[in-house]
């Protein structure tokens, strides 16, 4: 028996356990709050249904009255006319209906307090219920405030379940990323150094390299020695644009002579002059 009560405890443990999981307080108030309208509902049910009995006793102590006034009517009547019997008959009747009259007035007296009551009660009831739905909507949006600021709190230091799938994904991202620029970074090493073949190149491209610089440096050194070959003895290569230059020594200079002047031939046309000429030569 200790352990079968030992397994219900248990079991009524983790029942309760899943149950508070699982229950909402908004989704309990409303359902208080559908409950307390429906037991309203039935108190206005049952003022409406004390006031139709009421108002049928009232019916039928009017419909009394007037059939008592008929028959004290038809007892005059008959003693006018002589009918004492008759009008004896009458105001017995009469009597039997007054006697209805009052057993209806006594219940309509009650009726009325049960729907006085009834009233009464309904109107306490929708009072409470008021109250009890501005209470409700208040612990509701409380409620929803405090479960907002913490999801807003789980989600700023990373502990819900969603954020913490996020970071993780971020974590792993930067991982890989770490990886693959480590991974890429020494591979570029081993092929600048030559421990890998470039597989875009063509075969042998690491040998042509080599030989265009040795030719390239041939060249140079070829073109160097034509230049130096092409220079006259004693002349001074000219300044390179940018290098250092000194000014050359200042030589003296001849003085020029003058050049002696030829004879004039008989081939040689006479001289023009500017004089008019006179009369008579041609």
Known sequence: MSIMKRMGLIFRSKANKALDRAEDPRETLDYSYTKQLELLQKVRRGVADVATSRKRVELQMTQLQQQGDKLHGQAQKALAAGREDLAREALTRRSAVTAQVEGLQTQHAQLQGEEEKLTLASQRLQ?????????????KATYTAAEAQTKIGEAFSGISEEMSDVGLAVQRAEDKTASM??????????????????????????IERELAAISAGSDVDSELAALKGQLEPGSKPEAIEGAATTPPAATPTATPTAAPTAAPTAADPPAATDAPPREGQP
């Open 127 to 139: 009072a409470k219920v008021e109250a009890f739905r501005t209470r409700k909507e208040t612990i």
């Open 181 to 206: 620029q480590a991974r890429a970074g020494a591979i570029d090493e081993l092929v600048a150094s030559g421990a890998l073949d470039d597989a875009s190149q063509e075969p042998n491209s690491d």
